[in-house]
């Protein structure tokens, strides 16, 4: 057994290593001077600096664009959850001609690729004049986090018991009220988890955000990937604002690893 | 009374929107794929038929993405599907230490894509990377991981695993734990060796969750185009240019028609490879 669990440790050890060193490596590079970024050897020991963070703060509007991926983050969380809970709702309650069909059809729609939405995307948002606004991009980023969350949330819809409800219409509630009053403080874990996951989807994404906006509606992710000059990419600059555009993610990971397993398995994080 | 069968009405908005918000912009392309139409020449678009299909069929550059894609596809899957079983096997042992490590297996996962590809640019880089230093003093000399064609490949491989092997991993993880101890146990007492156990009884039992797994990997990572964009756009020359890249860029030059056929074509692909994982999917069953 004693050998058994040195080997396990041994065998964790290089996993963990893969694992860490990229995060550690930005971590350190976003605290380092351009001088110690680029020496040789590598600095494994310096005296950090915050030029990197302060100049991300205040050489670029860097709030305004945090404002925009909150603001499309949160109405793209809104938006799926509302229209995510009442068709895992529909779902879940009843059958009908087809509605396995249509189950099915709602995870197809995650399989289209990004690449081939954009296009035909963009031509309809510069026809109708929402090219570069928070609405497009919120639509685009609703219709990405609603299979998952529709999938997620009918697993958790499935649990609460009928008879719950039935006493609550017999007691004259209305499907609407059943539904805010007892289902849903029931399957509140469910609800919170696909709330985590769609907001992620929104503050990840890079393709629409990169296509679809502009100097309005520019993203954390599309600004990161855009912070090079003519002699190259700023890396300290970058790896500052890679940190702070992580942050929510890392603790959002450490909130959620109980229910991920869950959601994998029911199909198809990261969109 | 309202019958819980009227509940059914709730599912209308939000799969309306689905689908308006998905089918409109697909039937959009379909059409747009059929006209010759650049646009910065508004005023002279042609109807061509199938004309960009053909003209695609015929083009090296995008027979060339399309092998790009499946071999990046491909390699990719390997990689994530050994390295995430060997991980699962790892935390199956019943030691206690590997529970809060879990969390930390997981980490990449949830890392803006860009931003991972991004520290990893420059781990990489020809001379800034600390990955060359270390590999140079081991006498390796200084992979140009970027600029080589076939070490692009393999890093952005590698940079896609890092990633996503922690989703392989714990789909199989979680198919593990619901294996039945018992079986194992049964095993060992008739002088079943771990090899003979994991063949004859993990691996029929996993069969399925195993392959739902790669399904779900191989059209994420057929369709990717983040980690690419940042790590090599497409390069050196084309050589990592998949189809989502070649899109991208017949898109940026405003060869409308013919972006959108690719869009197409690429939705197709994936349709094909879906129908043909699943049914091996099926048949396992």
């Given amino acids: 057994m004693q050998t058994r669990k040195i080997l396990t440790a041994l065998g964790l050890t290089p996993a963990l290593l893969w694992t860490l060193f990229p995060l550690y490596w930005i971590l350190t590079a976003s605290f380092k001077t351009e001088l110690s970024l680029y020496a040789r050897p590598p600095q494994w020991i310096f005296s950090p600096i915050l030029e990197n963070y302060k100049r991300v703060l205040f050489n670029i509007p860097f709030f305004q664009y945090l404002t925009n991926s909150l603001l499309i983050a949160t109405g793209t969380t809104v938006g799926s959850l509302v229209l995510g809970t009442l068709a895992a709702y529909g779902f879940s309650r009843t059958r009908f001609w087809g509605s396995g069909a249509l189950r099915f059809l709602i995870l197809v729609t995650r399989m289209v690729p990004r690449m081939t939405l954009v296009v035909p995307y963009y031509l309809i948002m510069l026809k109708i004049g929402m090219l570069d606004t928070y609405t497009g991009l919120i639509i685009a980023y609703i219709s990405f986090a609603m299979p998952f969350s529709i999938w997620l949330l009918i697993g958790f819809f499935d649990d609460v018991p009928i008879e719950v409800e039935e006493a609550a219409l017999v007691d004259g509630c209305n499907p609407i009220g059943t539904l805010l009053r007892v289902v849903i403080p029931i399957a509140a874990p469910g609800l919170a988890v696909a709330a985590i996951f769609a907001f992620l989807v929104s503050w990840n994404e890079f393709l629409f955000a990169l296509i679809l906006s502009g100097v309005h509606s520019k993203t954390l992710p599309v600004v990161i990937a855009g912070l090079t000059t003519d002699l190259g990419p700023l890396y300290g600059e970058m790896s500052a604002a890679a940190i702070m555009v992580m942050l929510p993610n890392v603790l959002m990971t450490l909130v959620l690893q109980r229910y991920v397993v869950k959601g994998l398995t029911l199909g198809a994080v990261k969109g | ?285």
Wanted: hydrophobic share 60%; net charge positive; glycine share 8%.
């Fill in chain 2, 1 to 285: 009374m309202g019958s819980v069968q009227s509940r059914r009405w709730f599912l209308v908005p939000g799969v309306i929107f689905l689908l308006v918000i998905d089918m409109v912009p697909l039937v959009y392309s379909l059409g747009v794929s059929l006209y010759e139409w650049w646009l910065v020449r508004p005023r002279d678009v042609r109807f061509i038929g199938l004309g960009n299909y053909s003209a695609l069929v015929l083009d090296p550059a995008f027979r060339r993405s399309v092998l790009v894609t499946c071999i990046l596809t491909f390699g990719a899957v390997v990689v994530e599907f050994l390295a995430g079983l060997a991980l699962a096997l790892l935390f199956a042992q019943p030691f206690r230490f590997l529970r809060p490590m879990r969390a930390v297996i997981m980490m990449p996962l949830f890392v803006v894509p860009v931003v991972g590809a991004t520290m990893w640019r420059l781990i990489l880089h020809p001379e800034l990377g600390v990955l060359g230093y270390y590999l140079s003093l081991l006498g390796f000399g200084n992979p140009q991981w970027l600029s080589d064609p076939t070490l692009a490949m393999i890093a952005l491989i590698l940079v896609d695993a890092w990633r996503t092997i922690p989703f392989m991993f714990l789909v199989i993880h979680a198919g593990l734990e619901t294996l039945p101890a018992e079986l194992y146990e049964a095993a060992r007492v008739d002088g079943a060796s771990w090899l003979q156990a994991f063949r004859y009884i993990t691996v029929p039992l996993l069969a399925y969750i195993m392959l739902v797994a790669v399904l779900i990997r191989g059209m994420d990572i057929f369709r990717e185009f983040d980690i690419i964009f940042v790590l090599t756009g497409g390069g050196p020359g084309t050589a990592t240019e998949t189809i989502q890249l070649l899109n991208y860029r017949v898109f940026g030059l405003g060869h409308m028609g013919q972006a959108n056929a690719i869009g197409v074509i690429t939705l197709i692909l994936v349709a094909l490879m879906c129908y043909l994982l699943i049914r091996a999917v099926l048949r396992t069953r």
